[in-house]
T-cell receptor, first 115, second 117 residues
Framework: GENVEQHPSTLSVQEGDSAVIKCTYS??????FPWYKQELGKGPQLIID?????GEKKDQRIAVTLNKTAKHFSLHITETQPEDSAVYFC??????????????FGQGTILTVHP | EAGVTQFPSHSVIEKGQTVTLRCDPI?????LYWYRRVMGKEIKFLLH????????ESGMPNNRFLAERTGGTYSTLKVQPAELEDSGVYFC???????????????FGQGTRLTVV
């Protein structure tokens, strides 16, 4: 089945800096890669996603890049703000085998943005 | 529009007891998922309902876990009897269509934090 590895596990940046979180996946047939932000006491919330037919997607300060050949995708947050502090999860949707149609998550990254 | 809601938000029970978690998906969402995050680890898939039918329950840890979705609306996840390793945060999510389709996303509830002591 699908396996998703996420790094780093913790990330600390100063306000205004950029933050990058990277994930790799194992199933070359996976075709949907969402990123979730989880704030304290809340459930994961989708912040951006990318399908396998594009290489990059941007939404204001957030961007995601996908390299299908290398099987990795990354989340980029620019001009970070304290309210960006949260746990971020990457995920992949399996397209075959035991991972078919379900989200496989990475281990999560605790992002802390210092004012 | 109400989002995915889960009850209770926290539950502390003793080993051997029974706990039932409830999830109310977004109205009209046929697809309902249960996930679990054990302390510090990744969020893991438990099972997937399409309406009232179990589409995939390959992630259920063992037969102490029973999920139901009577009438295809809300869902319950019962743990009986609970063990220490069942502690974690249980998330429910719903989506209108299968996640394999374009322009479909999963909406998560706030989770139920289960502590077995």
């Amino acid at each position: 089945g699908e396996n998703v590895e996420q790094h780093p596990s913790t990330l600390s940046v100063q306000e205004g800096d950029s933050a990058v979180i990277k994930c790799t996946y194992s199933d070359s047939a996976s075709n949907y890669f969402p990123w979730y932000k989880q704030e304290l006491g809340k459930g994961p919330q989708l912040i951006i996603d990318i399908r396998s037919n594009v290489g990059e997607k941007k939404d204001q300060r957030i961007a995601v890049t996908l390299n299908k050949t290398a099987k990795h995708f990354s989340l980029h947050i620019t001009e970070t703000q304290p309210e960006d502090s949260a746990v971020y999860f990457c995920a992949a949707i399996g397209a075959g085998g035991t991972s078919y149609g379900k989200l496989t998550f990475g281990q999560g990254t605790i992002l802390t943005v210092h004012p | 529009e109400a989002g995915v809601t889960q009850f209770p938000s926290h539950s502390v029970i003793e080993k051997g007891q029974t706990v039932t978690l409830r999830c109310d998906p977004i109205s009209g969402h046929d697809n309902l998922y249960w996930y679990r995050r054990v302390m510090g680890k990744e969020i893991k898939f438990l099972l997937h309902f399409v309406k009232e039918s179990k589409q995939d329950e390959s992630g259920m840890p063992n037969n102490r876990f029973l999920a139901e979705r009577t009438g295809g609306t809300y869902s319950t996840l019962k743990v009986q009897p609970a063990e220490l390793e069942d502690s974690g945060v249980y998330f429910c999510a719903s989506s209108p269509f299968t996640l394999l389709l374009m322009n479909t996303e999963a909406f998560f509830g706030q989770g139920t934090r289960l502590t077995v002591v």
